[in-house]
């Protein structure tokens, strides 16, 4: 059975992972000068995959072998990698970061839906629903509102990028619900992760030869090999590590409330690292996101019912 109300290790957890993912704007920041966009996808999942292949043979895990666990393997890596990100880049080439920022966090919105639906254990409540909203305000106005241009009704390249992102995040939702799998099948959350960005490497392999001919490219500088090495060590084989054991002991909803948290960890990045101006509009965001973190976890709401009471 999931707990539904996150513990202290979860949360840490949920804040490491957002630091990492929040991070890796700034890795992908410095290989989108040198490298196209599936290349730079395919090497880091592909590093990531190395990685814990590497770990998983140095430390005597178990390798997983059985075709059905494979199989689900390469399901959650289309809904969990090669969809959402190919979107998400595609996305990107028409509108604003700012903008496919703001759908992505609706990814919380369409997993407590999605889980809602077919998972037992995860219901609807006002309380979620409530907590995503303010959520999503607190992305809103952290980005700022300039963000939100582009935003139109018309059938153009713009409406469909917009779409696109809101097609990542309900992939992304899709691969939450359908990673709860893998804990009653017994896979650990380290093996989903290697058994994931093995299977999106071996997909996105072939497609980016095709499309990109990666091999013809000038070779990248130090600083962009330095930067895809941490993004798929870091971000992305650890990350996945952490996503995965949060999602088998808090559930789907929960461990996708990082997309809030991104946002927030990515500002406070930019001003630790790059001396970016912190506006009045970050801290309300980060209040609102708050807020949604709360309203959703249930504790704080619970003590202060009580305390009335």
């Not at 001003?271 to 965001?285: A, K, P, T, Y």
């Amino acid at each position: 059975m999931i707990n539904q109300r996150m513990g202290t290790t979860d949360w840490a957890m949920l804040l490491l992972l957002s630091f990492l993912w929040g991070g890796s704007f700034f890795l992908i920041g410095v290989l989108v000068a040198e490298l196209p966009p599936l290349t730079i996808v395919t090497i880091r999942v592909g590093v990531a995959a190395l990685t814990l292949w590497a770990v998983l043979l140095v430390g005597g895990y178990d390798i997983p072998k059985t075709f059905k666990l494979w199989r689900a393997f390469f399901m959650l890596g289309l809904l969990n990698n090669v969809i959402p990100f190919t979107f998400i880049v595609w996305g990107q080439n028409h509108i604003g970061a700012g903008l496919a920022s703001i759908m992505n966090a609706t990814t919380p919105l369409f997993t407590i839906l999605i889980a809602g639906t077919f998972l037992v254990d995860e219901h609807i409540t006002p309380q979620k629903v409530a907590g995503v909203v303010l959520g999503l305000i607190g992305v809103s106005v952290l980005i700022g509102a300039e963000s939100l241009a582009g935003i139109g009704l018309d059938i153009s390249l713009q409406t469909l990028a917009q779409l696109a992102i809101m097609g990542a995040a309900i992939s992304y939702g899709c691969a939450s619900v359908f990673g709860r799998r893998f804990k009653a099948l017994g896979v650990s959350p380290f093996s989903t992760s290697v058994g994931q960005v093995t299977a999106s490497t071996l997909i996105l392999l072939p497609i980016t030869f095709v499309i990109e001919r990666p091999d013809q490219l000038a070779n990248p500088s130090l600083q962009a090999w330095l930067s895809i090495l941490c993004l798929g060590v870091f971000c992305t084989a650890l990350g996945y590590t952490l996503f995965f054991k949060i999602l088998s002991s808090s559930g789907a909803t929960n461990v996708v409330l990082v997309t809030f948290l991104v946002p927030v960890t990515a500002s406070f990045l930019g001003w630790l690292i790059l001396n970016e101006q912190l506006h009045s509009s970050h801290f309300i965001g980060m209040a609102f996101i708050g807020l949604g973190l709360a309203a959703i976890d249930g504790r704080v709401l619970k003590k202060l019912k009580a305390i009335a009471s």
